[in-house]
């Protein structure tokens, strides 16, 4: 087995291979239905882990938001500007990346925290928290398990992943100031032989009026 590629190597080398395998989840159409019904006119929205911007960057620019992606792969960020000329994005490690506080109306994080460690998962999640204008909405979407460091295959690559038990999520979005206010499940099925079924948990938060403690 190759060694565990990162985020950025991985993405870079899989390119517009993932849209083709993972495009349209049930959750995260889900998702983007739930962002457009309960946003304002010209939202502003944080797309965490951007990929190729669709099907969420392209759909929340063409209803009108303000979307800015951001993406640790330099191939997707490419990728996601041809595709979706009316959102922007940014090439950037959402790890060291930062933003002013109560700036955003929605922070979309669809599978990006899978390749993180638990404390940088914990710090981008606060950073999140702050980010987030009152009553705004965070729409998170990952693969719910108790594992840390597990190592994987993943579209002909291996990569090492990182994840919360559901309970322990919950309990973490809460903790960092989030009001948890709807969760879904569902097992998406890849458009990809020998790419495993997987559980895919919708964790919908709100950011109440009083600010998240540094």
Not at 36 to 55: E, F, K, M, N, Y
Not at 88 to 105: L, P
Not at 120 to 143: D, H, N, Q, Y
Request: hydrophobic share 45%; charged share 25%; with cysteine.
């Amino acid at each position: 087995m190759e060694r565990a590629l990162t985020a950025a190597e991985l993405f870079d080398a899989v390119g517009r291979g993932y849209e083709e395998a993972f495009g349209r989840p049930p959750a995260v159409d889900a998702a983007v239905r739930l962002l457009l019904d309960r946003l304002p006119d010209s939202a502003r929205v944080l797309d965490i882990g951007s990929g190729t911007g669709r099907p969420v960057a392209a759909e929340l620019a063409a209803a009108g938001h303000r979307v800015l992606g951001v993406d640790v792969s330099k191939e997707m960020v490419a990728i996601a500007r041809d595709q979706v000329p009316d959102a922007d994005f940014v090439h950037a490690d959402i790890r060291e990346w930062d933003s002013a506080a109560g700036s955003w109306d929605a922070v979309c994080a669809f599978f990006p925290f899978l390749q993180m460690t638990r404390g940088e998962t914990v710090r981008v999640l606060e950073g999140v928290a702050r980010w987030l204008k009152p009553g705004g909405v965070l729409a998170m979407i990952t693969v719910p398990m108790d594992v840390e460091g597990l190592e994987v295959p993943f579209l002909g690559h291996t990569v090492r992943i990182t994840s919360f038990a559901e309970p322990d999520l919950l309990r973490l979005v809460e903790r960092v100031g989030l009001d948890v206010v709807e969760k879904t499940s569902v097992v998406f099925s890849p458009d990809r032989e020998g790419q495993p079924d997987e559980e895919h948990l919708l964790v919908v938060a709100t950011r109440g009026t009083t600010p998240p403690q540094p």
